[in-house]
Nanobody
């Protein structure tokens, strides 16, 4: 079992930055690829970014490329999402999740949710204009 707890959400103005953290319980964190998803009000949950177990490979949805950076510290059992140049459309509940496989294919984000074995409960990010 892996328990995931997100933190770092809050209210930020357009153009601002936030860094989300997700800390995992257990000693097997480094076995998992880690992802961030988000769900805006009234919309489906979407993939945002993913990172390999080692941190050597990362993947991003087109909507956040160049603005968001995913990273991890396996010694701290933590994955991060640095969000810069935030836009109102980034407003959502952000979830971290763990999978035993990495994303594959050019449309990895379309079905990535099915790969995830564990989910956090989410943290709310609100971008105000």
């Amino acid at each position: 079992q892996v328990q995931l707890v997100e933190s770092g959400g809050g209210l930020v103005q357009v153009g601002g930055s936030l860094r989300l953290s997700c800390t995992a319980s257990g000693r097997t964190f480094s076995r998992y690829a880690m992802d961030w998803f988000r769900q805006a009000p009234g919309k489906e949950r979407d993939s945002v970014a993913a990172i390999s177990w080692s941190g050597g490979r990362s993947y991003y949805a087109d909507s956040v490329k160049g603005r968001f950076t995913i990273s991890r510290d396996n010694a701290k059992n933590t994955v991060y999402l640095q969000m810069n140049s935030l836009k109102p459309e980034d407003t959502a509940v952000y979830y971290c999740a763990a999978a035993l496989t990495e994303p594959s294919g050019s449309n990895w984000y379309a079905t990535r949710g099915y790969d995830m074995a564990y989910w956090g409960k989410g943290t709310l990010v609100t971008v105000s204009s």
